[in-house]
């Protein structure tokens, strides 16, 4: 299993739009659940969103729900992260994770997303 690789972090202004992109193995990528999550400086991760592995259900967290949309292409194993409405309080280092349907899970080595106001 190789870990999946995010991209499409940066530099960003209040009210923009970004989009990460997640490439993951192809060996289990269409059977796995896949999650963004992000680390700000002196907290803790959080959750920002899921979708499943057939694309059929996406969950948010509540602080983005409505600004940020979660997709996923298996033909290209890749899961999407669209940002927009981007708020200072959106920076933090975004993780892409991936669920084996065994329960085994992945982290990427993160994207850096900064909003400035």
Do not use: H
């Amino acid at each position: 299993q190789v870990q999946p690789v995010e991209s499409g972090g940066g530099l960003v202004q209040a009210g923009g739009s970004l989009r990460l992109s997640c490439a993951a193995s192809g060996r289990t990528f269409t059977t796995s659940n896949m999650g963004w999550y992000r680390q700000a400086p002196g907290k803790e991760r959080e959750f920002v969103a899921r979708i499943t592995w057939s694309g059929g259900s996406t969950y948010y967290a509540g602080s983005v729900k409505g600004r940020v949309t979660i997709s996923r292409d298996n033909a290209k194993n890749t899961v999407y992260l669209q940002m927009n409405s981007l708020k200072p309080e959106d920076t933090a280092i975004y993780y892409c994770n991936e669920v084996e349907i065994t329960g085994r899970q992945y982290w990427g080595q993160g994207t850096q997303v900064t909003v400035s106001s």
